[in-house]
């Protein structure tokens, strides 16, 4: 079967050959990831050839430029003069090289049914390397300059529990080599991650910071059943550095192409919202918000709270901690919704990546 998948994929096949096979994937879904996986492991193959001829066409550009710091021309100077169009194309290539990754990696991680979602996420993390190749062709004329090491990504997170744990989506924290969470109150602390659910886009995080002394009494509850449609919504969340508050209703019961353990929501969101809570007027927290449909205007989407807490049940069995004690009081119904956001903004994080 592998070799018929990669002669398809290859483009070997005659019409009635291909014709054949591909209406066997279509009733076949196990046939259909198993293609689907192939071709996302080519190309991430092919990227991963041209991102290694990159590296070793700089290694050569560095050993030359180390060469030739002993003449009697700044080094910087002769670098850039012999150098200057092949760190053009060179700069080019890492951009595609490093997007198509992404893409892959995007696509790889996330659910079969999901797989067409491109998260507007990407967008940002495009925007961040192109000013990081920018900063680095300009830092040529001074390499004893220290750069500062910016934040790769930022997302948004909450407090499940009153001793540390958080939950984010998993994408926000992919690949991270250390992460910082903030609040309203400008509480810093770092985080690690503990527990990660591809499956449903969900991560837990814990402060492991030696200052932080507790979040107090978590304001919220976690709702079991699931949601009405047409019930009104809102979340709190960082698609910039400022909180900013989101307000809608569920617009449907399932997620991208019918996908059961997700909502659809008519909140607007934007990049940094994923990872944000969802909540009820009543102050429960119904979802974890995990992105948006790429070109499609309102349709953005929420990992129900039930998959959350099945999630949470089924820590100590997959990890070595210990049950979690999540809240069991709610403070925020009959109260206004100003008040149910002043009581909430100590309890929502931004989430910033390093690598």
């Known amino acids: 079967m592998y070799e018929q998948i990669e002669r398809y994929l290859a483009g070997s096949m005659d019409a009635d050959e291909r014709s054949a096979f591909e209406a066997l994937m ?41 060469t030739n710091r002993s003449g009697k021309q700044p080094a910087w100077k002769v670098f850039w003069n012999r150098n200057a169009q092949t760190m053009g194309v060179a700069a080019s290539v890492s951009l595609l090289s490093v997007f198509g990754t992404l893409w892959s990696v995007q696509q790889m991680k996330a659910p079969v049914q999901q797989q067409t979602v491109r998260y ?39 407090a499940l529990t009153s001793d540390g744990y958080m939950v984010t989506s998993s ?23 503990v527990y990660r659910d591809q499956a449903h886009d969900l991560s837990i995080l814990k402060i492991e910071d030696p200052a932080f002394e507790g979040f107090g009494k978590l304001p919220y509850t976690f709702k079991t059943a699931e949601s009405d449609l047409g019930e009104k919504v809102y979340t709190l969340g960082y698609p ?13 019961s399932s997620g991208f192409e019918g996908d059961t353990t997700a909502y659809q929501i008519s909140i607007p969101l934007n990049p940094g919202n994923s990872g944000g809570p ?35 049940s089924e820590l100590p069995l997959a990890t070595t901690l210990s049950p979690l004690s999540l809240p069991q009081k709610n403070a925020l119904t009959g109260i206004s919704r100003p008040q149910q956001l002043k009581k909430l903004r100590d309890f929502v994080f931004v989430v910033k990546v390093y690598n």
């Open 240 to 252: 910039r550095e400022d909180i900013v508050f989101g307000e809608g209703s569920l617009s449907s």
């Open 120 to 158: 507007v996420e990407l967008r940002r993390e495009v925007d961040k390397l192109k000013k990081a190749q920018t900063a680095i062709i300009k830092g040529i004329n001074n390499t004893n300059k220290a750069v500062p090491r910016p934040a790769r990504f930022s997302g948004t997170g909450f």
């Open 171 to 193: 994408h926000v924290v992919e690949g991270a080599d250390s992460i910082m969470v903030e609040n309203k109150a400008g509480q810093k602390y770092k985080v690690h991650e």
């Open 278 to 312: 969802l909540l009820d007027d009543k102050g429960n927290l119904v979802g974890v918000i995990s992105g948006k449909q790429a070109g499609q205007e309102g349709a953005a989407f929420a990992i129900k709270s039930a998959y959350l807490l099945q999630l949470i």
């Open 26 to 66: 279509h009733t076949d879904p196990r046939l259909a990831k198993q293609v689907q996986e192939h071709r996302v492991i080519l190309q991430a193959m092919q990227q991963y050839g041209k991102r290694n001829a990159l590296r070793t066409q700089l290694n050569n550009i560095h050993s030359d430029m180390e």
